[in-house]
C-alpha cells in the first residue's frame, strides 16, 4: 500500500507559478513511476507528465511542456511538480498517482494509488 498527500495547490494570477508536492508513505518509493494528473469541472480527468523510478526519464502532455516540470527525490519520498506561466485553462484538481508502469504512463488506470487532489485556480 502506499499512501500519497498532495499539498501546494491554490489560486494564482495567469502567468504566475505554483510547486506541487507529492509525499508518499509505505511501499519502496523508487519502484514506483509517479505522475500528476488533473480534472477540470465536467472533464474527465487527463495526464499532465509522469516520471519513472530513477527519475531518469520524463513524460509531458503537450500542453504543459515547456512550462511544467516534474521532478522527484526518492530519499524524501517526494514528487514536485513545478508549474510556470500558469494559464486559466490548466484550472483543476491536480491528483498525484504512484504505479509500477513501464508503458503507456498516460493512462489513469496503470497507476494503482492516488492522492485526494489538490485545487489549482489560475484567475485571468
Known amino acids: 500500500q502506499v499512501q500519497l498527500v498532495e499539498s501546494g495547490g491554490g489560486l494564482v494570477q495567469a502567468g504566475g507559478s505554483l510547486r506541487l508536492s507529492c509525499a508518499a508513505s509505505?511501499?519502496?518509493?523508487?519502484?514506483?513511476?509517479m505522475g500528476w494528473f488533473r480534472q477540470a469541472p465536467g472533464k474527465e480527468r487527463e495526464f499532465v507528465t509522469a516520471?519513472?523510478?530513477?527519475?531518469?526519464?520524463?513524460y509531458y502532455a503537450d500542453s504543459v511542456k515547456g512550462r511544467f516540470t516534474i521532478s522527484r527525490d526518492n530519499a524524501k519520498n517526494t514528487v514536485y511538480l513545478q508549474m510556470n506561466s500558469l494559464k486559466p485553462e490548466d484550472t483543476a484538481v491536480y491528483y498525484c498517482?504512484?504505479?509500477?508502469?513501464?508503458?503507456?504512463?498516460?493512462?489513469?488506470?496503470?497507476?494503482?494509488?492516488w492522492g485526494q487532489g489538490t485545487q489549482v485556480t489560475v484567475s485571468s
Open positions: 516520471v519513472t523510478g530513477s527519475g531518469g526519464s520524463t
Open positions: 498517482a504512484a504505479g509500477k508502469v513501464r508503458f503507456n504512463l498516460v493512462r489513469t488506470e496503470l497507476y494503482d494509488y
Open positions: 509505505g511501499r519502496t518509493f523508487s519502484d514506483y513511476t
